[in-house]
């Protein structure tokens, strides 16, 4: 059983184009996080859900929008697709009262925009 | 505020050396400390993690980590590396102030191993 689970892993489309990110945890976790991984591997953190609700939302272009129907569940849509949004984003969950700070994460879903 | 410094972006050794990757951080509180591995198109997994117990942590695959607040380190060793060791490796850096978890990582060291 995959404890995280990203859809599409692969995503090819047009600058201008809007598309989505699916994500769901099955590990009872109640906090979601997207990261975005660039060519550089360079992992930074976009936003992050707890039970819901948005507590963190680092400096993203309004083009990201994310949504988390329920604590299982975060998608990513984004619209308007530029070049430089091409990386890898990589969803991830914890516990919160586990106070670890330690992450789970997805294999992550590779969008390449030309 | 808190940051993670990775020394080397690669780093090759032969099969059966000593491995050795190197973080510093620095955080304004007690920091928990992690090192994550990444395999070639997949997801980062925890190899370890320090979280204020014992300051020599042992992990999977034969990895342990030392951490050293005199010196602001938390270094990545294993006595032999294996051909399936070679990797993207990510020290981390969380807030020891319980709640909501902000991870900050580093960029990353490549480990080549070479046969």
């Known amino acids: ?114 | 505020a808190q940051s993670v410094t990775q020394l080397g972006s690669h780093v090759s050794v032969s099969e059966g050396a000593l491995v050795l990757l190197r973080c510093n951080y620095s955080s304004s509180v007690p920091p928990y400390l992690f090192w994550y591995v990444q395999y070639p198109n997949q997801g980062l997994q925890l190899l370890l993690k320090y979280t204020s117990a014992a300051t020599l942590v042992k992990g999977i695959n034969g990895f342990e980590a030392e951490f050293k607040k005199s010196e602001t380190s938390f270094h990545l060793t294993k006595p032999s590396a294996h051909m399936s060791d070679a990797a993207e490796y990510f020290c981390a850096v969380s807030p020891f102030s319980g709640g909501y978890q902000k991870v900050t990582f580093g960029t990353g060291t490549k480990l080549q191993v070479i046969p």
């Open chain 1, 1 to 114: 059983d995959t404890a995280v689970s990203q859809t599409p892993k692969y995503l090819v489309t047009q600058m201008g184009n809007d598309k989505s990110i699916k994500c769901e945890q099955n590990l009872g976790h109640d906090t979601m996080y997207w990261y975005k991984q660039d060519s550089k591997k360079f992992l930074k953190i976009m936003f992050s859900y707890n039970n819901k609700e948005l507590i963190i939302n680092e400096t993203v272009p309004n083009r990201f929008s994310p949504k988390s129907p329920d604590k299982a569940h975060l998608n990513l849509h984004i619209n308007s697709l530029e070049l430089g949004d091409s990386a890898v984003y990589f969803c991830a969950s914890s516990q919160t009262d586990k106070n670890t700070g330690e992450l789970f994460f997805g294999e992550g879903s590779r969008l390449t925009v030309l």
